[in-house]
């Protein structure tokens, strides 16, 4: 049962890795490593890890060898009678200047990253999120101020009505993913560079979504501020990051990202809805104040 579990995901994981179009990012069963990349800021972050990961394994290695030939050779057996050298001028020189270089490597696409990730390019387009106990809600506000909530569709909700759980099984079919996919998804067009102000309303909230490589906390009475240009059509899912009750984790985020004209025409009828993008909230509006 077990192997048939891992040869299943093996092979899920290479469809994800040759499908070319629609892609749908989340954590996955047995995933090594971080989720695949969708924008230019989650690409470097890989990178960075990579190469950190490259640089800890040749200390460790490096270390350990060292230790390993110290307790052999200079045991008491091997070597009776201790050296008593206290000072070694060129050997204090190599271990301090070397850390210091390795620190420099290491600092050098740290802080580029970290600035490439925090200053916003020139935006095309605002989303304003808001998390909530236990929801976020998104604003629009260079497409008329619409607004929307987004809550979990959680199938298990002992208090959702057989219908909403039949319309829900029907909306996402096999592809439902438990405490990932919300009722209206946030959505955005593709190659666009989005600016995400964050704040909560309540608590501190973190709107994070792996696959674009942010993270940022929502704090009450302050605007923080992230940007992602996802570059692949798709969707995206992440989690609120920042623990804020019993329900934080019954507050995922979905994106999804769809071709310019889909969201132009997206973006049509849901403000022709009287402004008010998505439907209203069936179901799970009632988890607001649990
Ligand atoms: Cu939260």
Redesign the pocket.
Known sequence: MQVKKVFSTILGLFGVLFSSNAVASYARDWQMGFQEAATAVMRDINDFHNLLLIIITLITVFVLALLVYTMWRFSAKRNPTPSKTTHHTALEMIWTVVPVVILVVIAVPSFKLLYFSDVVPKADMTIKAT????Y?SYEYPDHGNASFDANVVDLRDPEMSDEDRNMWKAKFGDDYKRLLDTDNSLVVPVNTTVRVQVT?GD????WAVPAFGVKTD?VPGRLNETWFKAEKIGTYYGQ??????S??GF?PIRVEVVSKPDFEKWVKKQVADSGNLGSPTVATLTNHNR
């Open positions: 998390g909530y106990q236990w976020w909560a608590v501190l909230h973190s929502g609120c990051s920042e623990l804020c009750g329900r934080h507050m």
